[in-house]
């Protein structure tokens, strides 16, 4: 058990905080730093812009997609060198949270299953931030049960047809390709009639309309599809395969989501710190500090789980279901915190126009953001079934479905 | 950077649990339960021959040498067999105490012995109610003579010897207090049994008249080996509640697979099922909190204080979620005598109370993280 760095790794600290101190883009570090979940906007720029620029400068000096082969636009480095550069790079790390699902599911994917010719064309303009991805799988009908989708692909000549719709689909308003799940056999039981494919967003038939989110952004997107070809070349693995596909975009995406989800408790240790209550500062007074307590040992806990998953994974150990616990913890967490800290404020946490809200907007932002952080990537229940059942070995849920083919299965909960 | 414990320590864990399931079985452990012998005796005899006792004892004091990181190894078995023997006392406090504190005559002669299974030790701290602190202890000490009550003492009644706090002075501060070596088979001491929550591990009162004690460090100096004495205990004990938060889980686990209602197994039910979701949970984030506090015990990092701090909260916490919700998942059988799941409810509660409460440590984490912000 050693937190100390190696020589190799503290060489490696040193070069990665070198090139960051004279590269980062500096003028935005401390309105990145202040930013939390829900509120990661910057005043004076477009984000996306700031962000594919600084993007583009790693990549061109080989900082970008660090644990992707060098062939593919990465660096080839080890998972803990991974953990290190995330330390440096510190708050403009926040930038990158906008390729995430190409970064992190996409590309993992596309990796495992697309062809090598495809995977050195599309790979590396997605590692450098030039190209965005997202992931085109939840449907009205299909979020948990995504093996429930109705978007079909029809086979014509060497293309397939697309024709459906998705929802909830990240950043489909400015991606240029997405994966995309549909239904290729509706006679065979649900997850044996799906097929992956990648796409190019662009492609004549697709329509994308942005959603007015709970918390007043839109994010996510809903996507139409009217009589999209796609060639055959750009399917992802076996025709019917889909969900096995699927399956490793979704473990990724675990582990992608997981290590980099907040928490909310830094922000409020901070801010307790500085707030004066009617009997004196809050970190003085003993019910405060009993709940900082607790948020502090669930942060801690999951930070060490995450370095602990990453120790396995510089063995040769393949990330496992367990990593599901740090959406889950970090998901309720994120909500309590943000709860609390209005409650901190009083009738005044209410108010969010500008002077009053330096400080309670924050936690606003969070609370208004923190119940799609309950849903995306997977809900907590479904979270919870993932880690009974499969890190504990618990039946599965029973499902009247299994073994219906997809076309006689109800649709309608009531009537 | 490695988070992991090495191969040999995972080998070493084995061995203590094979060790333990052959020595401590459930029904070894209610024989103490039912209160037929204050301790198992044979089970520590076992220990000692194991080199369990001594692990983290210098070689030249009759240990194994190995370190705390294999110490952690072996607490976690202890607590998931739930072991009736007075370890922690023994070897987390009082063995602690004399490593930081010990003159080398005073080391010369307790460590060998505890390492060898011969002595057990202790850590008298408590006077009644309240946490560790300064103004909680009133036993007095003059001239080298102790006068006063402690209780509840952990494994007092079978303890040979204690380290006992005592005030020293009368400014009000952490430098009234001082530290002093009984030999409780000395004379000077009377032992009295109290009954509690977990009978595995006794609890008892003991009363100094005119108590003749040597020092044990340096006068004054007290209440700073103390707190040292607790973090360590914090960590050591944290992975006790690891091994029993995890038994727990497990024991509810197999009978989810076991137990069969409403024509299926109680474990596809999804409110049982996320009920050991959540256990699992609990339990892995106290396991990752408790290997930073292994870490930081073993390096002795500037970061003990709240490493040790923040692996006690959670583990207390698991331990007790754990312990509560396997009952739960027994329905009836979990609430009888026969079945095991009381004994890690009670221990996972005792323990929660052994080294301050959770309160307390709360308390004392805030401080330690608002110390290290502000430095
Ligand atoms: C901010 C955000 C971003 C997203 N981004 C994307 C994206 O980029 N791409 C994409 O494809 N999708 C995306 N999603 C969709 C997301 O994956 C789904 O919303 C999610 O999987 C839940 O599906 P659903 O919305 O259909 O809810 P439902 O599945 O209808 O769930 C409704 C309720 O029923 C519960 N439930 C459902 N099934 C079970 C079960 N078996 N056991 C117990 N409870 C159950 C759920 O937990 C939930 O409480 C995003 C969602 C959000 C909120």
Known sequence: ?415 | MNFDFSDDQKQLRDQARKFLAEKCSPKAVRVVLDGKAPYDKELWKGLAEMGFLGVAIPEEFGGAGAGHLELCVIAEEMGRANAPVPFSSTVYLAAEALLIAGSDAQKKKWLPAIASGEAIGTLALFEGKGNPAPKNVKLTAANGVLNGVKKPVADGAVADFAVVAARTGSSGRDGDISLFLVDLKAGGVEVKSLTNLDPTRGQAEIAFKDCKAEPLGAAGEGWSILTQVLDRAAVLCAFEQVGGSDRALEMGRDYALDRIAFGRQIGSFQAVKHMLADMYVSATLARSNSYYGAWALSTNAAELPEAAAAARISATQAFQHCAKNNIQVHGGMGFTWEFDCHMYYRRANAMALGLGSLTYWEDQLIDRMRKKNAA
């Open chain 1, 1 to 415: 058990m050693n937190f100390d760095d190696t020589p190799q790794e503290a060489e490696f600290r040193a070069t990665a905080r070198a090139w960051i101190g004279a590269n980062a883009p500096k003028q935005y570090e401390e309105e990145l730093r202040k930013s939390s979940l829900g509120r990661t906007a910057l005043k004076n720029a477009n984000i996306l812009e700031v962000a594919k620029a600084w993007q583009k400068k790693k990549a061109d000096a080989g900082w970008a997609c660090l644990h992707w082969p060098k062939e593919y636009g990465g660096r080839g480095s080890s998972p803990i060198e991974r953990v290190i550069w995330q330390q440096e790079e510190g708050p403009f790390g926040q930038l990158s949270r906008m390729f995430i699902i190409g970064h992190g599911m996409c590309g993992p994917t596309m990796m495992a299953f697309a062809r090598e010719e495809h995977k050195r064309t599309y790979l590396p303009p997605l590692a450098s931030g030039e190209k965005v991805w997202c992931q085109l799988f939840s449907e009205p009908a299909g979020g948990s049960d995504v093996a429930g989708l109705r978007t079909r692909a029809e086979k014509d000549g060497d293309d397939w047809v697309i024709n459906g719709q998705k929802i909830w689909t990240s950043g489909a308003h400015y991606s240029d390709y997405g994966i995309l799940l549909t239904r290729t056999d509706p006679t065979v039981p649900k997850h044996k009639g799906l097929t992956m494919f990648f796409l190019d967003m662009k492609s004549p038939g697709v329509e994308v309309r942005p959603i007015k989110q709970a918390s007043g952004a839109s994010d996510f997107n809903e996507v139409y599809f009217t009589n999209v070809r796609i060639p055959d070349h750009q399917r992802l693995g076996e025709v019917g395969d889909g969900w096995n596909v699927s399956l490793t975009t979704l473990m990724n995406e675990r582990s992608a989501i997981g290590a980099a989800v907040s928490t909310g408790f830094p922000e409020l240790f901070e801010y307790c710190s500085s707030l004066m209550l009617d009997d004196g500062p809050a970190i003085e007074d003993r019910a405060v500090r009993s709940k900082l307590a607790n948020w502090a040992v669930k942060a801690s806990g999951l930070k060490y789980t995450s370095m602990r998953a990453i120790s396995a994974l510089s063995k040769g150990e393949r990330p496992g279901p367990e990593n599901s616990i740090g959406k889950l913890v970090a998901g309720s967490m994120i909500q309590d915190v943000a709860t609390y800290a209005l409650d901190l404020q009083g009738a005044s946490g209410v108010i969010s126009s500008a002077e009053d809200a330096e400080l309670a907007g924050r936690f606003q932002a969070m609370l208004l953001r923190a119940p799609g952080t309950r849903v995306e990537g997977g809900t907590d229940e479904i979270m919870r079934n993932i880690i009974a059942e499969r890190v504990l070995g618990l039946p599965g849920d029973i499902r009247v479905d299994k073994d219906v083919p997809f076309n006689k299965i109800p649709t309608k909960g009531r009537g």
